[in-house]
């Protein structure tokens, strides 16, 4: 027995060694920008460029538009489908698993490919299109982390009853989801909400490729040019990742505590 | 036969007649499946099936010829190296990772712990990890000048290279490695104490157990967790482009350059690229979803 | 005596599960571990088993000292309560499992897994895989999988739990035919009275760790030892009576002066004792001659179809009495004045368990 927890714990070691050793690097790394000393000089100059205040919160503001859209395609979806059309959710799970299969690379060139000059819907024409074309691209990509985040949501809370209930009362379908199901569901959202944010926030092949001032290609841009201030972005955006996770276990953590009922 | 249905209905204040659900149904999927097919389903198959195409929209099984070209040929090779390498890798690390947690009879905090720094670590793959790893294995990373001034090693003088096969393979493991894990988890958890138990009293021995029950059971999720670590690995383009521009030949960055500037000078070639790469992150996780359907079926 | 237990106690760390179980089984014994959730029964089980390490005792099979030796070495099958059949074979290979690990000839193999196949019942059902059967189908493959190998003593861990009532009665029924016919000596864990009751040739009844009682069932049922054990197994009546007289055994209780057979020696005057008295040993308004006497009136009446339970209440003590329904009488009312009797070696004196 404690052979084997000696091999566990230098597993466990070894792992953390690899994990926490890039981290510590690139901290490190950032530091290093004036010579001889540590400085934390390299942070500084990346919060006060104006292209990272510009291009983050351009993707902020993506990122909120494709929460909204990502919500409010998936939860009345993912409702209907368990309540009234069982039949369908071999379909609909087959669709939210697509974007796992099919590389964001390939999804965006089939935009561009479609939604160009020359095809009915010109997105790509105008900077407004062109950022629509983005969000949706977005929720495309985040779509399989948001519909399983709402299911299982679902699954914890009884629908049919809540429903017939509510239509008891008087209740119509637009009152019932908004101000019954998704008050319910509260903490599934906003786990599918964070995971949105983390993967949009550092996004960068549909930025690129479909020429918006987003975060991922400026990130891009500076780890071509500079050589300090890209490790402290990547800090940034480590520090970014790691507060979306953690506030997602902590409003978990709190569902656990104070059940619903 | 759920609770709604045992419910007896009281009866209704007011004379509003039951909405029909059926069709409200249908119209509240529909903004779903529309979504779907416009900015999903559509946009791929407009590729794939422009990859049959010619520059004049007739049918044409040129395009799959022509991806037989050296520089086409070699990208999907290196590819194919680098995600196997960095599945096989991320799947031997992670079976022991995720092992030493669930057997390991490590303290009770691990498991969260490892949980949620995978879900961070598996997301954190693009521009940043690269930029990450090019300070730590970089020329002047900080591993590179720790080794050099502790060991006198220069790792780069004995032929190595972040940017390269190999640096992209280690680079690739950051997320690959948390990916195993957190899919491991929950199928080696899934293996009930009593089954070892049972084993045990019926006289076997651990090795026995493992060859003869756990392995049988487990080798489905290994090897579809695996292929899933390949498909994910397949697709993926941010990470090599943050560290290696596009100076390293891989399929993603190769189709990048095409969708960019048409480097193959034929559209319809890049059609191809794309339908070559749909084609094996798509047999990669059939297979994972077959597999994992099987071991589903035991473990009722 | 075929199966020793000595001493055995079980620690962790400041909270005590097991203490100081002693116990003798002879070979082809049939015995039941009874008690509530957390009473210690399946440490001790385990213990048997080899998954715990006793804190302290000893274990002995035969002359054998199995207590240091690991559960694969110690010859011993077992029951679990979720059956633990290996979903990746089949009921065959399952059974033939303990067999196999002991490199069995193959000829042989077939042949035991065929007689316990038609032993449990189910000798068509060889090559499906568990999850292909229903719940008491498993747990009969399991029972025929601890078997196979011919083990010395058989352990089942509640293995009825998970089942549904109807078949619960009808797999009790074949476990103790099974267990009848080999010979085997089987150590039960249940919390189920009735099972145990019905399966075991004696009971150890078990509570917080302690041993309660161990007896026949007749013994446990009508002579309960401890007011634990009374109140356990069957429904009880306690009464709370004042010692008069020890060694003749008069006592009142609310007053009212009561002789019970047995005595209450060396208690004094005055101290309180606590005595049982089942429901069906209780007659109503028919007094016998020689028994006890109690007055006092009807609390409550309940029709339970066959059985009409009423409740008496004295003063601070009440009883509760179970007859037969008979439709030729009229249910007695609420608050009407009563006299009930009962012989006087109906009751039973209890005592706190030693501590």
Not at chain 3, 50 to 56: D, I, K, L, N, V
Not at chain 3, 280 to 300: F, K, V
Request: aromatic share 10%.
């Amino acid at each position: 027995m404690n052979r084997s927890r000696l091999g566990a714990w230098l597993s466990f070691a070894i792992g953390a060694l690899y994990f926490l050793v890039p981290l510590i690097a690139t901290m490190e790394f950032a530091m290093r920008i004036r010579r001889g000393q540590y400085t934390f000089d390299a942070f500084q100059i990346v919060l006060t460029d104006a292209r990272f205040q510009a291009t983050f919160t351009y993707s902020t503001v993506v990122a909120l538009a494709t929460i909204a859209v990502g919500t409010l395609l998936v939860v009345p979806t993912a409702y209907w489908v368990r309540l009234r059309l069982p039949h369908l959710r071999p379909v609909v799970e087959f669709i939210t698993l697509l974007p796992l299969v099919i590389p964001a690379i390939v999804i965006v060139f089939g935009y561009l490919r479609m939604y160009n000059s020359s095809s009915l819907v010109p997105l790509t024409d105008t900077d407004l299109g062109t950022d629509i074309l983005l969000t949706f691209g977005y929720a495309t990509l985040a779509l399989p982390y948001m519909y399983r985040s709402v299911d299982a949501g679902l699954q914890a809370i009884d629908i049919h009853t809540l429903t017939e209930a509510a239509e008891n009362l008087g209740a119509r379908w637009p009152t019932i989801l908004f101000r019954i199901i998704l008050p319910n569901i509260r903490v599934a959202v906003l786990s599918g909400a964070l995971l949105t944010f983390a993967i949009v926030i550092g996004e960068f092949t549909l930025a690129s490729l479909l020429n918006r001032p987003a975060f991922g290609p400026y990130l891009q841009l500076i780890g071509a040019n500079r050589a300090y201030e890209p490790a402290a972005l990547a800090i940034i955006a480590f520090a970014i990742t790691w507060a979306c996770m953690g506030l997602i276990q902590l409003f978990a953590r709190q569902t656990q505590t104070a059940p619903a009922r | 036969m759920t609770q709604a249905d045992e419910v007896v209905p009281l009866p209704t204040l007011t004379a509003r007649p039951r909405m029909s659900m059926p069709s409200w149904a249908w119209l509240g999927t529909a903004p779903f499946f529309l979504f779907a097919l416009l900015f999903l389903i559509l946009p791929t198959a407009y590729l794939l099936v422009g990859a049959f195409q010619d520059v004049e929209g007739h049918f044409t099984l040129e395009n799959l010829a022509n991806l037989s070209q050296p520089s086409i040929v070699s990208a999907y090779t290196i590819s194919l190296q680098v995600s196997a390498a960095s599945a096989l890798g991320g799947a031997v690390v992670g079976s022991l990772l995720a092992s030493a947690v669930v057997f390991g009879g490590l303290p009770r905090w691990i498991r969260p712990t490892v949980v949620t720094f995978s879900g961070v670590a598996s997301n954190f793959a693009g521009i940043p990890l690269a930029f990450a790893f090019l300070a730590t294995l970089g020329r002047a990373g900080l591993v590179t000048t720790l080794l050099i001034t502790v060991f006198d090693f220069n790792i780069y003088s004995a032929g190595f290279n972040l940017l390269s096969f190999w640096g992209l393979v280690i680079t690739y493991l950051y997320f690959q490695i948390p990916l195993m894990v957190l899919i491991l988890l929950p199928a080696l958890e899934g293996l009930k104490r009593e089954w070892r138990e049972a084993s045990e009293i019926l006289g076997a021995s651990r090795w026995q157990y493992w060859s003869w029950v756990a392995f049988p059971i487990i080798w489905p999720s290994l090897l579809g967790s695996t292929l899933l670590l390949f498909a994910n690995a397949f697709g993926a383009i941010a990470t090599a482009y943050g560290l290696t521009g596009s100076s390293l030949n891989i399929v993603p960055i190769l189709l990048y350059a095409q969708i960019r500037g048409d480097v193959l000078h034929n559209p319809n070639l890049g059609y191809a690229l794309a339908l070559g790469m749909v084609v094996i992150t798509g047999l990669s996780n059939l297979a994972y979803m077959v597999l994992r359907r099987r071991s589903e079926r035991w473990m009722r | 005596m075929f199966l020793e237990i000595s001493n055995l106690r079980k620690t962790f760390g400041t909270y005590t599960a097991v203490q100081h179980f002693d116990m003798k089984i002879d070979r082809g014994e049939f015995i039941s571990f009874l008690g509530p959730s957390g009473c210690g029964k399946t440490t001790t089980l385990r213990m048997m088993a080899g998954f715990e390490t006793p804190t302290e005792g000893m274990i002995r099979i035969g002359n054998r000292d199995i207590t240091g030796l690991r559960p694969n070495q110690r010859k011993i099958g077992m029951v679990f309560q979720s059956y633990a059949l290996f979903p990746n074979m089949t009921v065959a290979d399952n059974v033939a499992f303990g067999l196999k690990v002991a490199r069995r000839p193959g000829a042989e193999i077939a042949q035991r897994v065929e007689e316990m196949l038609k032993l449990i019942g189910l000798p068509q059902l060889g090559n499906r895989y568990p999850f292909q059967l229903s719940g008491g189908q498993q747990q009969r493959v399991a029972l025929a999988r601890a078997l196979a190998p011919k083990p010395q003593v058989l352990l089942l861990d509640e293995p009825l739990s998970a089942l549904d009532a109807k078949i619960r009665v009808s797999l009790r029924e074949e476990i103790r035919a099974v267990q009848r016919e080999l010979g085997i000596t089987t150590i039960y864990v249940t919390h189920d009275q009735e099972e145990a009751l019905s399966m075991s040739d004696r009971i150890v009844v078990m509570n917080e760790g302690r041993v309660e009682q161990i007896g026949t069932p007749f013994e446990i049922y009508n002579l309960p030892r401890t007011r634990f054990v009374a109140s356990f197994v069957g429904t009880l009546n306690i009464l709370q009576a004042r010692v008069l007289d020890g060694p003749a055994g008069r006592v009142a209780v609310d007053d009212q002066e009561i002789v019970v057979a047995t005595g209450l020696s060396g208690a004094r005057p005055g101290e309180t004792c606590s005595l049982a008295l089942r429901p069906e040993a209780i007659r109503i308004d028919q007094p016998a001659p020689s028994g006890n006497r109690l007055q006092g009136s009807i609390e409550e009446v309940s029709f339970l179809g066959s059985v009409v339970r009423v409740r008496v209440r004295f003063d601070r003590n009440s009883v509760s009495i179970d007859t037969f329904n008979n439709p030729g009488l009229t249910l007695p009312e609420r608050g009407r004045p009563v006299t009930i009797s009962f012989a006087r070696d109906d009751l039973v004196v209890l005592q706190q368990a030693p501590g």
